[in-house]
């Protein structure tokens, strides 16, 4: 990410810290956020505009189908979606605290 910014947003040099053997290993771009993020706050949101499994949302990568089982699955535990993935009342509540689902159920 850096050394794209290096001389597009202003002069500039790129210093790896790392060797040329090392550079190879590296993966050429990190992966998605979706993909390696915990879901559950997104889940309720999801939840929340009428869309569980958020299968109606044009996002570039969907949503890994594991990750948003457990997500559902913790969301669940914690009241804020019934036993058909639709929000509750109290899951309303806590998606309006700007908090992860479980500190909101706190």
């Known amino acids: 990410q850096r050394a794209g910014r290096a001389g597009r947003e202003a002069p500039g040099t790129v210093y790896r810290c790392w060797d040329q053997a090392e550079d190879g290993r590296l993966a050429r771009f990190p992966s998605p956020e979706i ?3 915990d879901l559950t706050a997104f ?3 999801a ?3 009428g869309d569980p499994d958020a299968s109606g949302l044009a996002l570039l990568d969907a949503p890994p189908e594991g990750a948003m089982a457990a997500a ?3 969301l669940g535990a914690v009241g804020a979606v019934g036993p ?3 929000v509750t ?3 309303v509540r806590m998606s309006r605290l700007g ?3 479980r ?3 706190a």
């Open 35 to 37: 993909r390696v993020a």
């Open 43 to 45: 889940a309720l949101q």
């Open 47 to 49: 939840a929340c505009w």
């Open 72 to 74: 559902r699955e913790v």
């Open 84 to 86: 058909d993935g639709r």
């Open 89 to 91: 009342e109290r899951g």
């Open 99 to 101: 908090l992860h689902p």
């Open 103 to 105: 500190l909101a159920r």
